[in-house]
């Protein structure tokens, strides 16, 4: 157990629906970000916050958003869900944002799009 | 933008056998690299990472890779692996350029048979 919680575990829907994924960070981690995980693209990262604050962005198409709320937690909405969009989204954690403190991550929520 | 290439989507080795997966990255600046790992059912966790400094790191579980600038390689090994190391392999790379995000290679499963 890392430490980091995401909810729900496994999510199915239909095309052009919106699902939010949540992500609780470590207790004292500020800096939160989401991956993508799919057969064809790999483990891809969509985005990053940092104490409330947006800090980078990745391969985060315009129908994806994020945000991190005051308790640190963060959410990840998809909307007008694609076939594509079925995947493998990850929440990972860090105490700071450098490269040097490690990411912890969560055990992700399986995206099906029917 | 930097990439990472994993040599090897699946490896399949006897117990005991010794192991060395293939990394290679693409970015001309100082980069820090890990190696994570996925065991069946769980979360990705830190195998190890270089930063700077001796270009031999030693990890978890008898791992260790070597990161070579002139190859732009981190190939991770292990002398003698075990049915318990059965898991998926993520090379990672980060840019220090100041963002404490990681870009993934595909992966590479390694089954080890009893």
């Known amino acids: 157990d890392s430490g980091v919680t995401q909810t729900p575990k496994h999510l199915i829907t239909a095309t052009g629906q919106r699902v939010t994924l949540r992500c609780s960070p470590r207790s004292g981690d500020l800096s939160v970000y989401w991956y993508q995980q799919s057969l064809d693209q790999g483990l891809q990262f969509l985005i990053q916050y940092y104490n409330g604050e947006e800090r980078a962005k990745g391969n985060i198409l315009e129908r994806f958003s994020a945000q991190q709320f005051p308790d640190l937690h963060s959410e990840l909405n998809l909307s007008s869900l694609e076939l594509g969009d079925s995947a493998l989204y990850f929440c990972?954690?860090?105490?700071?944002?450098?490269?040097?403190?490690?990411?912890?991550f969560g055990p992700g929520t399986r995206l099906t799009v029917l | 933008a930097q990439s990472v290439s994993q040599h090897n989507h699946h490896v399949i080795l006897s117990e005991a056998a010794s192991l060395e997966l293939g990394c290679n990255y693409s970015y001309g600046g100082t980069v820090n690299l890990f190696w994570y790992v996925q065991y069946p059912g769980q979360h990705l966790q830190l195998l190890l990472k270089?930063?700077?400094?001796?270009?031999l790191v030693k990890g978890i579980k008898g791992f260790e890779a070597e990161f070579i600038k002139s190859k732009f390689s981190f190939n991770l090994r292990k002398p003698s692996v075990q049915w318990s190391d059965t898991a998926e392999y993520f090379c990672a790379v980060n840019a220090d350029s100041g963002y404490s995000t990681l870009t993934f290679g595909k992966g590479t499963m390694l089954l080890v048979s009893p």
């Open positions: 990972a954690s860090s105490v700071r944002d450098t490269a040097y403190n490690e990411q912890f």
């Open positions: 270089y930063f700077s400094g001796d270009p």
